[in-house]
Nanobody, 126 residues
Framework: QVQVVQSGGGLVQAGGSLSLSCAAS????????MGWFRQAPGKDRDFVAA????????GYADAVKGRFTVSRDNANNTVYLQMNSLKPEDTAVYYC???????????????????WGQGTQVTVSS
């Protein structure tokens, strides 16, 4: 069982930066693939970024590629999402997710993940 707790987010002007963190409990965090998703009002939950258990592979949605960076610190059971050059269309509730998968495959589907954070609001003003 893994508990996932998110922090970060908030309000920023377009062009600014924000960082999200996701802390996961449990001794086996390093065996979990991690992902970030987001859901804007009235829309489906969309894939944002993901990182494999070892951190060797990452993947991004086209909408955030080149602006967002996902990373992880297995020693501290934490995964990060650095968001730069933010746009108003990035406004959404962001979710962190974990899956007990040891693979080089980057997972971009929400049904592939078993544990979810509480969500954190990111608002980008124009």
């Amino acid at each position: 069982q893994v508990q996932v707790v998110q922090s970060g987010g908030g309000l920023v002007q377009a062009g600014g930066s924000l960082s999200l963190s996701c802390a996961a409990s449990g001794r086996t965090f390093r065996r979990y693939a991690m992902g970030w998703f987001r859901q804007a009002p009235g829309k489906d939950r969309d894939f944002v970024a993901a990182i494999t258990w070892s951190g060797s592979n990452t993947g991004y949605a086209d909408a955030v590629k080149g602006r967002f960076t996902v990373s992880r610190d297995n020693a501290n059971n934490t995964v990060y999402l650095q968001m730069n050059s933010l746009k108003p269309e990035d406004t959404a509730v962001y979710y962190c997710a974990a899956a007990p998968v040891i693979s080089g495959l980057v997972m971009s589907k929400d049904y592939q993940y078993d544990y979810w954070g509480q969500g954190t609001q990111v608002t980008v003003s124009s």
